[in-house]
């Protein structure tokens, strides 16, 4: 009976760490969520999109405050001036020929944005998963060397871009370096794949990703931030619809 | 002996008066029939020939090599220089009249909806020469080259509750495979004679096309049209090597009747109507068949009394085949002439087909034409007593069996 106790006990010694610090699939990605919100962010960036005619590549400047609006204004020669701004709700187009804005809503929001992998849908996606999610932890994995949680998350809201989300989150530093994206049934959408990080005192940020839309064939989309500046100054207006039309 | 016979088959065909209009009457309506189906076939077969050598093809069409490979992807980047082409086809003695065109699918974005529509670029001016696009101007005037301006579809204008001097932004998938939008003033209203079009479609500035979609002075297709002594096949082995020499790349160049299929299977169909009407007299024959059958059981006693005075088999087989093909000639000859009056009425007034097109991507005009052709009513004419007189050998086959001692017992 004593040896049997002193079994239980050293059992207990040695996992009570371990079980005290284990995370749930809900913290997981809120760490996660926590990790890529910044209180504003600036970068120039490129996009460079591989389809069956060809590689072709556009540029932008992008600017961000917290998870929930940025703007992108695209530089190359072929859509400069063209820019999508992000608010809490909406997201708005603008060309520079066009006399009116145009508001993305319904059907719209699954056009590519400019031929790339990345629909305007995947920019309306709160960073606030949790609330819209629920989370099953599936396992650990190991992904280009990192340790990672495997997740299911299935959407509890039907305001969300995709009804499953499979993500690959770092145990140790919590960027998600990888994510499967699936219709309800299970068919496989969209896939992204980080392939470049950069430290800001000791948050990774992705500064190189892969996406790929598993709808269409032998396609992919490279996106590259450069210059890419964490919680600097922003124009309180820059955001703003007035703004958008300048 | 046969100036007899056909004394006599004429004789038996005014005895038999009402089985004589019923046998005639059924090869009328056949013969009326296939006079007034050819026609109409004739005439949406024009109809969609013209509809596509001015709307949609040309005579002769030059694209991108690998266009159509890639058309579902809607490829806007495969274009071909339009410099290169008109200089090509400047030069080019077969050649009567060209223009260049971009088709786009687009976006109308209206009201915060976004609504599907075709958009059309086009030099107005050349295309004056090419067509008269003036008068399918329902309303307002076509819009100037160089300017953000456009003439859309009546019935697209209509369902979209647009009117001229409205503004529209459109959107659509640029040669840079990008997107981009431009916001364009409806200065005029079209209503061409296909309904898809009216329906579907809207009209800009080439220029501004080229500017939209970020063409660089490419264009998507080039449509040209032949001098009268040309024949479209003919002609466009030569166009492609006179354009390929001087843009110096291989093109899509073929003649419009390799690019519409909706052509080819009208010409199909011509085909099929062919037999269709073979069936047609066939049963209008079954009509003969079955009098004649009753006219011999009826004169079963002639019969017997002609096979006793010495009558031969032949001789009856040929009686009644004369009276089936009197019957059938007379028939016929009233059944196209009813056809072609059909025909020539049906012509000036025309078949509205609005309804049953409407929604329909299909190259041919909502109201159709009949066009009578000499050569195929004369061939519907000849072949309707063709078949229904070769239809009466069958009975008559029968007549001329009969045995004297037989038919003495119907006495």
């Known amino acids: 009976m004593k040896n049997r106790l002193l079994i239980v006990m050293t059992i207990l010694t040695v996992l009570a760490p371990s079980l005290l610090s284990a995370l749930t699939g809900e913290e997981i990605v809120r760490k996660a969520d926590d990790m890529q919100i910044f209180e504003t962010s600036e970068a120039t960036g490129e996009m460079i999109i591989k389809d069956r005619f060809g590689t072709k590549v556009s540029t932008f400047n992008s600017w961000s405050r917290g998870s929930e609006e940025s703007l992108i204004e695209f530089t190359s020669r072929a859509e400069r001036g063209q820019k999508v701004l992000r608010t809490e709700d909406e997201l708005y187009l603008f060309y520079p020929d066009a006399e009116e804005l145009i508001r993305m809503q319904g059907s719209m929001l699954r056009q590519s944005m400019l031929g790339s992998d990345v629909s305007y849908e995947d920019m309306t996606g709160g960073k606030d998963r949790v609330s819209q999610y629920d989370v099953e932890l599936l396992g650990e994995e190991n992904v280009k060397g990192h340790d990672c949680y495997v997740l299911m998350m299935t959407a509890n809201v039907r305001t969300v871009p995709y009804p499953k989300e499979k993500v690959w989150i770092d145990k140790e530093t919590f960027l998600g370096w990888k994510a499967e994206y699936y219709t309800k049934s299970g068919r496989l959408l969209k896939e992204i794949e980080i392939l470049k990080v950069e430290d800001f005192d000791g948050r990774l940020v992705a500064t190189e990703t892969r996406i790929s839309d598993k709808m269409k064939t032998d396609t992919e989309t490279i996106m590259i931030l450069h210059d890419l500046k964490i919680d600097i100054p922003i124009d309180d207006n820059m955001f703003s619809l007035e703004e958008l039309s300048w | ?411």
Not at chain 2, 130 to 143: I, N, W, Y
Not at chain 2, 183 to 198: Q, R
Not at chain 2, 288 to 295: A, C, G, R, S
Not at chain 2, 308 to 325: C, P, Q, V
């Open chain 2, 1 to 411: 002996m046969n100036t007899k016979l056909i004394k006599t088959a004429l004789r038996n065909i005014s005895r038999n008066k009402r089985r004589s209009i019923l046998s005639g009457t059924a090869i009328a309506v056949a013969a009326m029939s296939i006079v007034a189906l050819f026609s109409l076939i004739e005439g949406m077969t024009d109809d969609m020939a013209f509809n596509l050598k001015t709307y949609y093809t040309g005579e002769v069409r030059v694209k991108h090599i690998d266009y159509e490979t890639y058309e579902r992807y809607n490829p806007m980047h495969l274009t071909v220089d339009w410099e290169s082409v008109d200089r090509a086809l400047g030069d080019e003695k077969t050649v009567s009249t060209y223009v260049p065109r971009i088709t786009f699918p687009s976006n109308l974005y209206i009201g915060g909806s976004n609504f599907g529509a075709m958009g059309v670029g086009a030099d107005f001016e050349l295309e004056a020469d090419f067509q008269d696009l003036a008068s399918s101007l329902k309303a307002g005037r076509l819009p100037q080259n160089g300017t953000n301006e456009m003439m859309m579809g009546a019935i697209l204008a209509r369902d979209l509750k647009l009117k001229i001097g409205d503004r529209v932004t459109v959107m659509s998938t640029t040669a840079a495979r990008g997107t981009n939008a431009i916001t364009l003033e409806i200065v005029g209203l079209f209503a061409f004679p296909v309904g898809a079009l009216n329906s579907k479609y809207f009209w800009i500035p080439l220029d501004r096309a080229q500017y939209f979609l970020r063409m660089d002075g490419g264009v998507q297709e080039v449509l040209i049209k032949l001098k009268d002594d040309v024949t479209s096949r003919g002609a466009a082995p030569g166009i492609k090597a006179a354009v390929e020499n001087i843009a110096g790349t291989e093109m899509d160049i073929r003649p419009w009747e390799e690019l519409s299929t909706t052509y080819g299977m009208l010409k199909m169909a011509q085909m099929i109507y062919n037999f269709i009407a073979m069936f047609f007299f066939l049963l209008g024959s079954t009509v003969i068949i079955n009098t004649t059958m009753m006219v011999i059981f009826e004169r079963m006693r002639e019969i017997g009394t002609l096979g006793a005075l010495g009558m031969h088999g032949k001789e009856l087989i040929r009686l009644f085949f004369f009276e089936g093909t009197i019957i059938s000639m007379i028939g016929s000859a009233v059944g196209v002439a009813i056809g072609i009056g059909l025909t020539l009425w049906l012509g000036e007034i025309g078949i509205d087909y609005t309804d049953a097109l409407s929604g329909m991507d299909f190259e041919m005009s909502a109201i159709v034409f009949p066009k009578l052709s000499v050569a195929k009513t004369v061939f519907v004419y000849f072949y309707s007593v063709a078949i229904a007189s070769a239809a009466t050998f069958i009975p008559s086959r029968h007549a001329a069996k009969i045995e004297p001692v037989d038919a003495l017992r119907y006495v």
